[in-house]
């Protein structure tokens, strides 16, 4: 084989990757959209898959902190993830002013905002893009993981997202793509609730409620109810996104 042949076929590889990840699918059923909306509707109404599949929010909650925190100017100390569903985010940087709270309040609403990029993204049938860029921006956080669980729980959701995205059918690839995207869509708004719930218990004192109400002197419920509403708006904006190829 000749050099100009090697090139050839490297270009070749190139273009189908490209294509690959960039091209547009088509459309899915209706019903797989319909149907990937209730599963995850199931899931974070039900105890049991909630509480594992919780971990996905807890990723993109602390992920959220990170990502503001680094484009504020703060310096990441690192993450932490927990097997109670809990996690930790720590930057170093002044304690007070709009860097600090942008990062507090970054995290209960990156989940539902992630969502609804993803729906941004399915709604142009961009499903192997959405894939791909989960993957991205999973690596990219594991460089910051600073406990064994958290590193084995990116690890795992890395390694499931991508031998799916690699490996398996167009139509499997939607399927977990639209479910992923619903979760979070849906997901992001319960722990806003819960929150809440273990704020009215005192059990919850330095919430990120709690601290913006510190920092801003305004009432942690308002934050709460900042969370809630930011969330809603994103899960029907997003519903709409995912809905928009169907209308």
């Not at 989940?111 to 690596?139: D, E, M, Q």
């Amino acid at each position: 084989m000749t050099l100009g042949s090697r090139a050839v076929l490297s270009l070749d590889g190139v273009t189908d990757l490209w294509d690959k990840l960039f091209g547009a699918q088509p459309d899915p059923p209706l019903l797989l959209v319909a149907i990937t909306g209730l599963a995850a509707l199931v899931v974070v109404l039900t105890r049991l898959p909630w509480r594992i599949a919780r971990n996905a929010i807890t990723i993109a909650h602390e992920g959220g902190h990170a990502l503001i925190a680094l484009l504020t100017g703060r310096k990441l100390r690192g993450i932490r993830l927990h097997s109670d569903t809990s996690g930790l985010t720590l930057s170093a940087g002044r304690p007070t002013g709009l860097g600090m709270v942008f990062t507090l309040l970054a995290g209960y609403v990156a989940p539902s905002l992630i969502g609804l990029a993803g729906a941004w993204l399915l709604g142009g049938n961009r499903i192997t893009l959405l894939l791909w860029v989960a993957i991205a921006l999973l690596l990219a956080m594991l460089v910051m993981i600073r406990n064994v669980f958290g590193i084995i729980s990116l690890l795992v959701t890395g390694g499931v997202v991508f031998c799916v995205s690699w490996f398996a059918p167009a139509d499997v690839q939607a399927a977990f793509a639209y479910a992923g995207v619903w979760f979070l869509l849906i997901g992001g708004v319960r722990p806003v609730g819960e929150l809440q719930t273990l704020r009215s218990r005192g059990r919850l004192p330095d919430s990120d409620a709690d601290q913006l109400a510190g920092l801003t002197r305004v009432p942690g419920l308002f934050w709460v109810g900042f969370f809630g509403l930011v969330n809603l708006a994103a899960l029907i904006a997003g519903a709409a996104l995912l809905a928009s190829p169907f209308i």
